[in-house]
């Protein structure tokens, strides 16, 4: 079996470090590929096994405009963005750029000299790891790792953190090899000295041989549409450019299609990822097929809440409505405290929101000396996720310059996630799940819709909701 000691000798030839310290890290690697290429004689025949086979230009290239690179690199000009979604649409947040404006690379390297360590920039391993960790304190609020980003010398504190749970290994060229099993427990271990062990935890998937693309992207889709990152691990195969053997922080996609004129439909995926390097403070993307190489990993995180309840919008029922039991938008606010089932219980504050019909929930912004409907939810503890599902009543409803969002209120309402209204689903019999982190310690948020110079004397702009989840731990 010679391919292995190839592959050894490859890795060790790029960096400073000894073979066996490689090798230590082989028993990682898959035991059904590595017989697969234990056939191969020449480092020539590995590269080519290795190297990424693609159909147009370097994979590993930052593209700045992808509808222009569609069109630069395939026969046709119709192609049309079917999705595009962000964790800011989840969590109102991305990732900030690490070693960048932010985040400043002098941070890190002061880091270095505190930690005496060899690396003369501290590698893109810990700085994704920098990333993910500042991302979860400043986004999701948890400010054990962090308290106060704009802080320098809070800032070093992180860095040293990292630094010193990392293992990396030196290359010829000034950079770092870290392997994403070394990655994981390194997150790992910083979760445990923050206190989060319990409720955070990395977790990589690896592949040497290529052909795990469409596996690899449906993670990160599911992880985007969650509100969280994905951490991109690419090897020196992967090409020339700037994704090319590098840790990067995914935190969005974009899905394209085409159909061409005998009806076939080409589809075509990009990642959105932040390169943690002075000066890329812009949107980045990545040709989601460097997926599908050789040598790469995605590590996901995974939080885990214990506890759930949900309310349906039934449980409104009794309270929702007049002194008649009818339906009714009342112009001013009222309170109710709501009981689901189970008898857990939320204080509501609500204005222009009622339940109607004996089945919905609804909000109705839209009418002459309203403007505004909201529904005000104080939990009895904190939370940190909430799921529900919304959309509009029917095609016909005046949202015209009507506008929605999910606040939290931290001394003073601050908009969480806002809404294309325009995208909601248009029908009250079929509504869309939507998720929001909200900082940790919150306890009150509120779907809030309102619109300019409401006209008329029917109800109009109506959002509907229904079961509604909050996950927490005490």
Same mark, same amino acid.
């Given at each position: 079996?010679?391919?292995?000691?190839?592959?050894?000798?490859?890795?060790?030839?790029?960096?400073?470090?000894?073979?066996?310290?490689?090798?230590?890290?082989?028993?990682?690697?898959?035991?059904?590929?590595?017989?697969?290429?234990?056939?191969?004689?020449?480092?020539?025949?590995?590269?080519?096994?290795?190297?990424?086979?693609?159909?147009?230009?370097?994979?590993?290239?930052?593209?700045?405009?992808?509808?222009?690179?569609?069109?630069?690199?395939?026969?046709?000009?119709?192609?049309?963005?079917?999705?595009?979604?962000?964790?800011?649409?989840?969590?109102?947040?991305?990732?900030?750029?690490?070693?960048?404006?932010?985040?400043?690379?002098?941070?890190?390297?002061?880091?270095?000299?505190?930690?005496?360590?060899?690396?003369?920039?501290?590698?893109?391993?810990?700085?994704?790891?920098?990333?993910?960790?500042?991302?979860?304190?400043?986004?999701? =609020?948890?400010?054990?790792?962090?308290?106060?980003?704009?802080?320098?010398?809070?800032?070093?504190?992180?860095?040293?953190?990292?630094?010193?749970?990392?293992?990396?290994?030196?290359?010829?060229?000034?950079?770092?090899?870290?392997?994403?099993?070394?990655?994981?427990?390194?997150?790992?271990?910083?979760?445990?000295?923050?206190?989060?062990?319990?409720?955070?935890?990395?977790?990589?998937?690896?592949?040497?041989?290529?052909?795990?693309?469409?596996?690899?992207?449906?993670?990160?889709?599911?992880?985007?549409?969650?509100?969280?990152?994905?951490?991109?691990?690419?090897?020196?195969?992967?090409?020339? =450019?700037?994704?090319?053997?590098?840790?990067?922080?995914?935190?969005?996609?974009?899905?394209?299609?085409?159909?061409?004129?005998?009806?076939?439909?080409?589809?075509?995926?990009?990642?959105?990822?932040?390169?943690?390097?002075?000066?890329?403070?812009?949107?980045?993307?990545?040709?989601?097929?460097?997926?599908?190489? =050789?040598?790469?990993?995605?590590?996901?995180?995974?939080?885990?809440?214990?506890?759930?309840?949900?309310?349906?919008?039934?449980?409104?029922?009794?309270?929702?409505?007049?002194?008649?039991?009818?339906?009714?938008?009342?112009?001013?606010?009222?309170?109710?405290?709501?009981?689901?089932?189970?008898?857990?219980?939320?204080?509501?504050?609500?204005?222009?929101?009622?339940?109607?019909?004996?089945?919905?929930?609804?909000?109705?912004?839209?009418?002459?000396?309203?403007?505004?409907?909201?529904?005000?939810?104080?939990?009895?503890?904190?939370?940190?996720?909430?799921?529900?599902?919304?959309?509009?009543?029917?095609?016909?409803?005046?949202?015209?310059?009507?506008?929605?969002?999910?606040?939290?209120?931290?001394?003073?309402?601050?908009?969480?996630?806002?809404?294309?209204?325009?995208?909601?689903?248009?029908?009250?019999?079929?509504?869309?799940?939507?998720?929001?982190?909200?900082?940790?310690?919150?306890?009150?948020?509120?779907?809030?819709?309102?619109?300019?110079?409401?006209?008329?004397?029917?109800?109009?702009?109506?959002?509907?909701?229904?079961?509604?989840?909050?996950?927490?731990?005490?």
């Amino acid at each position: 079996m010679l391919s292995p000691i190839l592959l050894l000798n490859f890795l060790s030839g790029l960096t400073n470090s000894q073979p066996y310290l490689i090798q230590e890290n082989f028993d990682k690697f898959n035991e059904n590929e590595m017989e697969l290429i234990s056939h191969l004689s020449t480092e020539e025949e590995l590269l080519s096994l290795l190297s990424y086979d693609n159909e147009v230009q370097d994979l590993s290239i930052c593209i700045i405009d992808t509808q222009q690179y569609l069109h630069s690199n395939y026969n046709s000009f119709n192609w049309t963005l079917e999705n595009r979604s962000l964790t800011s649409d989840v969590t109102g947040g991305i990732p900030k750029n690490i070693n960048g404006y932010t985040f400043p690379k002098d941070d890190i390297l002061e880091a270095l000299n505190i930690t005496n360590s060899d690396s003369s920039y501290g590698g893109c391993g810990p700085s994704a790891i920098i990333g993910i960790a500042e991302y979860i304190s400043s986004v999701l =609020g948890y400010k054990e790792i962090i308290n106060n980003p704009s802080n320098r010398d809070e800032r070093i504190s992180l860095a040293v953190d990292v630094l010193s749970v990392s293992d990396t290994f030196e290359f010829f060229n000034d950079s770092t090899l870290m392997f994403p099993w070394s990655f994981e427990d390194a997150f790992n271990e910083l979760m445990d000295l923050y206190g989060l062990s319990t409720l955070i935890d990395a977790n990589y998937v690896f592949t040497l041989l290529p052909g795990q693309g469409a596996e690899y992207f449906e993670i990160v889709k599911n992880s985007i549409n969650n509100g969280i990152p994905v951490t991109l691990m690419t090897s020196p195969f992967a090409g020339d =450019g700037f994704f090319s053997n590098h840790y990067t922080n995914i935190y969005g996609y974009e899905s394209w299609y085409d159909v061409s004129n005998n009806g076939d439909i080409l589809r075509k995926n990009f990642v959105i990822a932040r390169l943690n390097w002075r000066g890329y403070e812009y949107t980045c993307y990545c040709d989601a097929d460097i997926l599908n190489g =050789g040598m790469i990993s995605l590590i996901s995180y995974d939080f885990n809440y214990r506890y759930h309840y949900a309310f349906n919008a039934r449980d409104f029922a009794e309270e929702f409505v007049n002194d008649n039991g009818q339906g009714q938008y009342f112009f001013y606010e009222r309170y109710s405290r709501v009981y689901n089932i189970r008898n857990n219980f939320i204080d509501t504050y609500r204005k222009r929101c009622s339940f109607i019909e004996n089945k919905y929930l609804v909000l109705s912004p839209q009418r002459a000396n309203a403007g505004e409907a909201y529904l005000d939810i104080d939990v009895p503890h904190n939370i940190n996720i909430i799921t529900f599902d919304m959309g509009l009543w029917g095609p016909n409803e005046n949202i015209v310059n009507q506008t929605l969002s999910i606040d939290y209120f931290d001394g003073t309402w601050i908009n969480r996630v806002i809404y294309n209204i325009n995208d909601l689903n248009k029908n009250k019999d079929c509504l869309n799940e939507y998720r929001v982190w909200v900082p940790k310690n919150t306890r009150r948020i509120r779907l809030y819709t309102s619109t300019l110079n409401p006209v008329g004397d029917r109800n109009k702009g109506r959002v509907v909701i229904d079961s509604i989840n909050f996950y927490y731990n005490y």
